[in-house]
Each structure stands twice: as C-alpha cells, then as structure tokens.
C-alpha cells in the first residue's frame, strides 16, 4: 500500500496547459496546411492577389507576393508560424520562389500526415525526408545548365530571361519586356560586391507603369526647403559635395524659458552671440568650397538665402537611407561639425540637376566615381498598386543578382520539379524498408508546384500532369505547364527560366520547416502572468504529471 501514499510530483504551475503526443503533431500539419490553403492560389503566373487590411485603418495590402501575404497574416498558431519564418528566409536569400517554399512544405506535410496516423515514428518520416531532400538538390545540380559568361551577350541575355521569369506572376507581368531589362541594368550597374544597399527605388504616383524609368546614379526627391531655394542654381558640373549632420537655422528657445538679462545691451551681446555662431558655420562651409550642402537636419531660411547669394545648391532633412547612399556613392563623408572641412571629407559627381518627374522634382547626382549606384523610379495609379510594382521589382533584382553571380539555371513551369520528382520515384524502387515509401511521397508532394500553376490557370490539373510524367519518362526533362496554351511545352526552349539556386534554397527550406514541424511532439502553453501568485516562487499549487 506504501505505492499508493506517495505525493503527487508537482513540475507546471497551476494553469499551464500541455498537449503532446500523435493528436498533437496531426494538430500541428493541420495548422499549417490551413496556412497553406490561404496562399496556394497566388501561385504561378496566373495566380489570384490577396487583398490585406486592418479594421479601423487605411492601410489596405493587395499582393500576390508569398512573403508579404504571410507576413500581414499576424499568424498566432505556435508551429504554423514555421511557414511565416521559411517564407522571409527565401525572400531574404533569393528573393523569388517565397509561395512555392510555403506550398511545398504543406505539401511535405500533408504527405506525412498518413504515416503519422500509422503510427511511424516522426524521426523515421524525418531522416526519410531529409536524405530524398539530398537526392533532389544534387540532380538539381546535375541537371542545370551553366552559361558561358565569356560568350558576347549571353549574361545578359541570361539574366533577362531570370528577371522575366521572376516577373511573370506579378502584377506587372504583362510588362516584363519593359521592366526586366531595367532590373538588369540596375544590377550590373552595381560593383562586384553587388551592394544593394546602392540600388534606391522611388515611387512617384500617376502616369504609366511604362513612365517608370532608370537613373544611372541618385536621385532624391525634392528636399524641404525655404524661400530663396528657387534662387539656388539647379545644374552642376561636377560639383564638390558636403554632406551634414548639423542644423543650420536658429534655434528657438525652449517653452517657459526664462532669461534674466540685466540692460539692453546684454540681451543685445546674447542675440549677436548667436547670429556670429550660425554665420561662423555659414562662412566655414562656404570656404570649403562645397557647391552643394546637404545635411540629416533642417536648413533654415537663413542658411538657405545665404547660399543661394553665392551660387551653393542646399537641402536639409535628408532621409537617412539615401545620405548613406550619397555617401557610398560620391565619396563624401557625413560630418557632425562645420569646422575643419577639408578636401578629402568632400565627395563629387559627373552632373548634378533638378528634374521634373511627374508632379514631383527630383535631385539627381549621376556619374558618381567612387561607387556605382542606380534609381528605379516607379510611376503608376494608386498606392497600392505601386507599392506592389515595387514587391515585384524587388523580387526581380534578387534573382538577377544571385544569377549574376552563380549563373546555373534550370527551366521553370514545374519542369524541374517534375524531372526530380521522376528520379526520386525510380529510387524509391531501388531500396527497401519504410524510407522507400517516404521517398516516394517527397516525390509525390514535388507534383503540388505543376499541379496548383495549372489549377490557378483554370486548366486540368489532372490531365496535365498526366501529360507531364508521360513526356519525362519519354526523356523529356525540360517539359512544364505552358499557361499560354493550355498544355505543356518545353519551358527552356521558351525561355522559362530560374536560377538553381532558388530551388536548392526551396527544396532545403520547405523539407527543414517540415522535419521541425514533425520533430515537436508536445506543446506546453505556459499561464500569462496575470496568474502567476504573488511571493510563489515556484507559482501556484501546480499540476501532477504522469
């Protein structure tokens, strides 16, 4: 009976909820299928937008965009937030392929759930999963083809074909021809280093998207300004630049300031004392020789007649983004003091001028030497819509960058995926035991990409890949869905192409959000801290375990 008198072994406080075990980890895939569910028809060249709003505010989202759609969706659920995490890593490595990764790994998912509800063991589902992911990418590797760099024309022609690609299933894809090779252009306008930090992209509303254009260099939209700016000469051939983080106006006093001055002419010694100061830093400045002054902080009315009586371009409040990319650029370096400005803090350019472009004016430094940079200035109707042109070109310039510097590609469409998919079927069959079956199911889950681009297009899904396997078994690897036709064509011929390394990173993304996914077997949910019992160290009388 002594067995029976033992107390109960207290570990959670009172209040903590725990769930583990087989209806767990279901619970789990569930959740993130139901993600999967939300975004799965932006996928593809012919998939739907999503529209994003919060009650109560104007801040209105629509995106086809994987990343920016799961980011919005504030998603709450512990292990679906998985998805949210693999999402912004393929946006943050490579730019594209964001909704393929989420639907592929609920598609993984979704494959294993079968062999959870079978009782196999997660780690079992898991090493299975991970060594067909190892198959996948080394015949991604032996299947892509690598262009000859050295060959006229053919980067480029290349890296077009990327970004074209990349741009299919945006909102401006219909303007591919146009936007594609400005994409290129502003990358290979970049060094080595392929800084894009040194690419700005600006939006102007109003116009065509066809009004958009490229400026070899930085351009910033009209600074604030005072009277006497319009007095300021708007052209410069190579000009000396400064480049500050000072105000240059007076200061007001402070509310409720008090001063006790003793006669008029003590308080007229304090009113000149700070005339001197700002005329000093005016003077140093202009001795410099400086032909254009910008600075983080205001430029007052003062400062900003001063210069203009001297033929000196200014603009203060400066955002800070495009100060580090002046800076970058021209070679000037941001000074905190007026004092001491010596030639080698100023930075210069080919050409300074003031541009219209649409309703706004904008400064434009180009032909800047110490660092290549470039502007994409967006035009468009609504903010929305340019808010998406610039998802979508940013995508873009992610994927001719990495191209750019690993210029292996594969065809698009779901070739790849199909032609991986029909190795890892044939493998399967060459082994024995349970990591045959989960094989076979990663090669089934790759179907999911061709399937859902042909269902989003309102075609078979079915009949497609019926179409699909037979042409890859006959030999035919680069064979994909053709949505201009309603069937399947040779979507490397057609110019359909992808960077490898977006499907390596896709492949190894999804199948490690799906083994961690699968590896969690209880959830605990601690109390807030409303509940926990004031001077209870260990909190309330707790919870027995078994």
Known sequence: MSHMLQPTILLLKDGTDTS????????????????????????????????????????????????????????????????????????????????SVVVLAGELLKQSKQFVEDSVHPTVIIRGLRIACELAKAKINELSVKLDKDKQGALRAMLEKCAGTALNSKLIGS???????????????LDDDQDLGLIGIKKVPGGS?????????????????????????????APKIVLLNIELELRAEKDNAEIRVEGHEEYKRMVDAEWTIIFNKL??????????????????????????????????????????????????????????????????????????????????????????????????????FIAEMDRSIHDAIMVVRRARCHTDVVAGGGAIEMEVSKYLREYSRTIHGKQQLIINAFAKALEVIPHQISENAGLDATTILNKLRQKHVQGGKW???????????????????????????SFTAATEAACLILSVDETVKNPGASNEMPGAPGGGMGRGMR
């Open 20 to 99: 583990q075990g087989k209806p767990q980890l279901i619970s789990n895939i569930n959740a993130c299928c139901a993600i999967v569910d939300t975004i799965r028809t932006t996928l593809g060249p012919r998939g739907m937008d999503k529209l994003v709003y919060a009650p109560g505010t104007s801040n209105v989202t629509i995106s086809n965009d994987g990343a920016t759609i799961m980011r919005l969706l504030e998603i709450v659920h512990p292990a679906a937030k998985t998805l949210v995490d693999i999402a912004r890593s393929q946006d943050e490595e490579v730019g594209d392929g964001t909704t």
């Open 283 to 384: 003077d140093e400045i202009v001795k410099c020789g400086a032909q254009i002054v910008l600075s983080k902080k205001a430029i007052g009315d003062l400062a900003t007649q001063y210069f203009a009586d001297r033929g000196i371009f200014c603009g203060g409040r400066v955002p800070d983004e495009d100060m580090k990319r002046l800076s970058k650029a021209t070679g000037a370096t941001v000074q905190t003091t007026s004092s001491n400005l010596t030639e080698n803090v100023l930075g210069t350019c080919a050409t300074f001028e003031e541009r219209q472009i649409g309703k706004e004016r904008y400064n434009v430094f180009s032909g800047c030497t110490e660092a290549k940079t470039a502007t994409i200035i967006l035009r468009g109707g609504g903010e929305q």
């Open 479 to 505: 064979f994909g869905v053709d949505i201009m036709n309603d069937s399947i064509c040779d979507t490397f011929e057609s110019f359909v192409w992808e960077p490898s390394q977006v499907k390596l990173n």
């Open 209 to 237: 998207m066809e009004d958009s254009e490229l400026v070899e260099g930085v351009a910033l939209k009209k600074l604030f300004s005072y009277a006497g700016f319009e007095q300021q000469p708007k052209k410069f051939e």
């Open 175 to 189: 303007h591919k021809k146009f936007f594609a090779p400005m994409v290129v252009d502003a990358v290979l306008h």
